[in-house]
C-alpha cells in the first residue's frame, strides 16, 4: 500500500480490527490448527479485498466500520483460498516465506484452510438476520465461483487448445467475482439499493479481470522493480495465460508450431523469454492484451459512474481503480 | 438401514430430496469438481445426521420436510469431512470403493470438499432470515469443532502420552457435535424453545460419544459379521482408542512396557490381537469402555426425557438410539 493511498484509512481500520482477531487467534486449541491461520494472515498484502469492501460501504455514506464483518469474511475467505490453492500449485514459498503445507504439513495446511473457509461465515453473525443472509448468500455463490474458477485453472493445465474465452471466463471466476462481492457486501452493509449493489459488483468484476490481464502483461513486459517480481515467469512457468492462448490463436501454422515448441524447450530463460515475446509481438497478443484490459476498465468506470453516490467518493474509487492497475507506473 | 428402523420414512424422505440434488449437480461445470462431489454423495450409508435431523423436527411436531434444509447442510458437511479426512489418512477406500483423491486426485479432492462446505451453508438459503441465521450460527461452530476435533485426532498420532479424558474430548469433538448438531437444526426447523433445542443437543453428543466408544468396543470384541468388518483393526494400526489408553493408564510399569512392545511389534497380527486382548482384559480397560459408554448413554436418555414432547416420539428416538448403539445385535 503506498503512502499516497487514498484509502489509507480504510487499511488501518481493518489491520486494527485483524489484529483483535489474530489476539484471539492465539488463544485457541489445538493451537498447531490456529497458529497456521495466523501465520497465513500475518504475511500481509494490500487487504484489497477488505480494503474496498470498507471503501464501498463509504461510498453509500456509512461509517466503513460498518462493513468490518463483510471485510473479515473476505478476508479470511481470500487466505483459505491462498492455503489451499498453494498445496494445489505446490507452492514452496509465499511473500518470500515457507507456505502453511510447507511450514507443517499437507494435512494441517487442509485442515487449517477448511477452519479459515467457516470463521469466514461466522464473521456475519453480526449483522442482524437479513442483512446477514443477504451477505452469506452472496457470499456462498462467490465461494463457490472461486472454486469453480481455481477447477478451471487445474485442468487449462493438462489440457490442449483453452480458448481465450474459456480464459477470461476462468479468471473472471477465480479472480474477479471476488473483487465484486467484497464491494457489493461493502454497499449491502451501508443499505444501498439493488441497483447500487449490482452497479458496484460489475465495477469490481470487471476491474478484478482488467487487474489480471494487466498483471499477465507485466508479468511480461513490466519493469521488475516496479512490478515487484522478475518479468517472465509465467513464460517460463509454461502459463496459459491471455497472450500466448491469444498468440496460438493468431499465429499461422508455423508460427504456432514454434510457439509450443519454445514454450517446452530446454533453452536458456532468457533465450525462451526473448523468443517467445517476439512471437507475441508477431501476433499482437501483446497490443490485445492491453487492450482486453482496456475494455474490462472502461466497463468497470462505466458502471461505478452509475451509482447514486457522490461524486468525490466516486472519483476517489476510479483513481483507486486505476492506480491498482497501473501498480507503482 | 434395517428394514424395522421406525425412521426408514425420513430416510426415504431424505433419499428422494438428495437425488434431486444431485441431479442439479450432474448439469454443473467444470464437470470433474461436481462429479466426485456426486460420487461422494452416492457412495450410501445410514444417512444418520440428516436423520436424525428429519426425526428431530418430527418429534417437536412439525412434517420432517421442514426440515429438510439443514438436513442437507449436515450431510454435505459430513461428505466435505470424509473428503478431506480420507486425504489425511492417507485412505485408499471409503465404502470399499476408492477414494476421491484415489480415484482422481488430492488437488481435486481438497478443492470438491471445499466446494461441498459452502453448499453446506447454501443450504441455509432456503429458511427466514431468523431461522437462516440460527441455524448457520450452531452450524458453524460445530464445523469449528470438527475441524479442532479433527486435528487433535492428528496430533495423537505422533504424540505420546495422550490422556483419556483427551480422548473423550476429542471423539466429543471430531464425532459428536455433528449428531447434537444435526438433532438441534431440526428442532429449530419446527420452531422447539430453547430448553428443548439444548437438552436434544445433549441428548446427541452424548449419543455421539456413546456410539464411539461402542464402536471403539465392537472393532476388538464385535462379531464381525455383525459389526460389518474385521475385529483389531484398531490394534493392527495402533489407533489410540479409549481402551488402549485406559489400559496404559491403569497397567503397572511392566504391562505397560509390555503393551507398548505388543503394538508396535511385527508379530502376526492374530498373536498381536489376543496379546493385546488379554492386556485390556487385566487392566479392564474392556469393562471401564462399555462403562462409560453407558454414563454417557444414561446421561443422552435422561437429557432426552427431559425434552417437552409427545411420549410416543420419544420413544421411538429413543429405541433408535439404543439400536444404533447395539448396532445388529
Known amino acids: 500500500m503506498q503512502r499516497k493511498d487514498p484509502y489509507h484509512e480504510h487499511f488501518s481500520l481493518f489491520i486494527k480490527h485483524l489484529k483483535g482477531y489474530q489476539k484471539t487467534l492465539a488463544r485457541r486449541k489445538p493451537k498447531e490448527l490456529y497458529e497456521a491461520c495466523h501465520y497465513i494472515l500475518e504475511l500481509g498484502g494490500k487487504r484489497l479485498r477488505p480494503v474496498l469492501a470498507l471503501a464501498a460501504c463509504d461510498v453509500f455514506g456509512k461509517h466503513p466500520d460498518k462493513a468490518l464483518g463483510a471485510a473479515m469474511a473476505v478476508e479470511l475467505f481470500h487466505n483459505f483460498s491462498l492455503i489451499h490453492d498453494d498445496i494445489l500449485d505446490n507452492a514452496p514459498l509465499r511473500r518470500g516465506k515457507p507456505t502453511v503445507h510447507e511450514k507443517w504439513n499437507t494435512g494441517l495446511a487442509i485442515l487449517s484452510g477448511d477452519v479459515m473457509l467457516v470463521e469466514a461465515q461466522m464473521a456475519f453473525n453480526e449483522y442482524p438476520p437479513a442483512l446477514a443472509k443477504n451477505l452469506a448468500t452472496l457470499f456462498n455463490k ?53 441497483h447500487n449493489q449490482k452497479a458496484i459488483y460489475v465495477f469490481g468484476k470487471n476491474l478484478g479481470i482488467a487487474f489480471q490481464l494487466m498483471d499477465d502483461y507485466l508479468d511480461v513486459f513490466g519493469e521488475s522493480h516496479t512490478f515487484g517480481k522478475k518479468t517472465g515467469g509465467d513464460i517460463l512457468a509454461a502459463k496459459k495465460t491471455f497472450m500466448l492462448l491469444k498468440a496460438m490463436e493468431r499465429l499461422d501454422s508455423r508460427g504456432k508450431k514454434e510457439l509450443k515448441a519454445l514454450i517446452t524447450s530446454r533453452i536458456s530463460d ?28 472502461r466497463l468497470a468506470i462505466k458502471n461505478l459512474e452509475s451509482i447514486k453516490a457522490p461524486a468525490g467518493k466516486k472519483e476517489i474509487m476510479k483513481q483507486f481503480a486505476l492506480n491498482l492497475l497501473q501498480r507503482a507506473k
Chains 1, 2 share one sequence.
Open 270 to 297: 532468457s533465450e525462451k523469454i526473448s523468443g517467445v515475446v517476439r512471437l507475441y509481438r508477431q501476433a499482437g497478443a501483446d497490443i490485445l492484451c492491453l487492450k482486453e484490459a482496456e475494455k474490462h476498465t
Open 142 to 194: 462467490t465461494a463457490v465461483e472461486v472454486c469453480e474458477g481455481q477447477q478451471m485453472d487445474m485442468n487449462f493445465e493438462t489440457s490442449t487448445g483453452v480458448s481465450v474465452k474459456e480464459y477470461l471466463k476462468m479468471i473472471g471466476l477465480k479472480t474477479a467475482v471476488l473483487i465484486g462481492c467484497s464491494l457489493q457486501m461493502g454497499a449491502m452493509c451501508a443499505g444501498a439499493g439493488i
